[in-house]
């Protein structure tokens, strides 16, 4: 069964620092990964995903994700954190790959703060 | 931009009193998807339809129930709400067509039961 896990709940930057978020996935067949992020009182969007193509997947906002199957992970980061990036942002695992519903199975999510 | 919508966006309704929250798709989508999320939590996949006439349960056990009449349509029902009940409720949909398909999200309705 596949299962995701986010490390870190909060997450704070000044504006104009790095931004990464952690994403560690389990999964018995080959994953599709996904980033979304969720602002106050608003459903999903989604920032990018991973489907087997490239391993570091580029995103909207200046958002980008590198694969890492040696590390189960999937990493978000952005350059340069601005202070419309504040959000709630989710890692999800697709179990296309088991079930074939194409259900996503959701990380606990983590808040990004960014500081002025 | 995703061509998926949820109404009502807020509702507060007292307890034992029957709603339904709505969802529709203009993507012609087949696959549609319910996920509750408790403020500050991760969602949870309570509901899900490969198609018209097809409804599975999903990995979270809920009391509300969902109908998938026409493809476009995918309204869920609480018949008796309770305060347990609290939630945002997110419609999702996704199509056949590949794998990782991408699952876009309506805005979420939030319910309160008082």
């Known amino acids: 069964a596949q299962s995701v896990t986010q490390l870190g709940s909060h997450v704070s930057v000044s504006e104009g620092a790095l931004v990464l978020l952690r994403c560690n996935y389990s999964?018995?067949?080959?994953?599709?990964l996904f980033w979304y992020v969720q602002y106050p009182n608003q459903g999903l969007q989604l920032l990018l995903k991973?489907?087997?193509?490239?391993?570091l997947v580029k995103g909207i906002n200046g958002f980008e994700a590198e694969f890492k199957k040696s590390e189960t992970s999937f990493h978000l980061t952005k350059p340069s954190a601005h202070m419309s990036d504040a959000a709630e942002y989710f890692c999800?695992?697709?179990?296309?790959?088991?079930?074939?519903?194409?259900?996503?199975?959701f990380g606990q999510g983590t808040t990004l703060q960014v500081k002025p | 931009e995703a061509d998926i919508y949820q109404t009502p966006r807020y509702l507060v309704i007292g307890t034992g009193k029957k709603i339904t929250l709505e969802c529709s798709q203009t993507?012609?989508?087949?696959?549609m998807y319910w996920y509750q999320q408790d403020p500050g939590m991760e969602l949870h996949l309570i509901h899900y339809?490969?198609?018209?006439?097809?409804?599975e349960k999903g990995d979270l056990s809920s009391e509300s129930t969902v109908s998938r009449i026409r493809t476009e349509h995918f309204p869920l029902t609480l018949e008796s709400a309770r305060p347990s009940h609290t939630s945002q409720y997110l419609c999702?949909?996704?199509?056949?067509?590949?794998?990782?398909?991408?699952?876009?999200f309506g805005e979420g309705s939030w319910l309160t039961v008082v």
């Open positions: 339809s490969y198609g018209v006439n097809s409804t």
């Open positions: 991973y489907t087997s193509a490239a391993t």
């Open positions: 999964s018995s067949v080959p994953p599709y």
């Open positions: 999800a695992v697709s179990d296309y790959g088991s079930s074939n519903t194409g259900k996503l199975i």
């Open positions: 999702a949909s996704s199509s056949q067509v590949s794998a990782g398909n991408t699952i876009y």
């Open positions: 993507m012609g989508h087949d696959k």
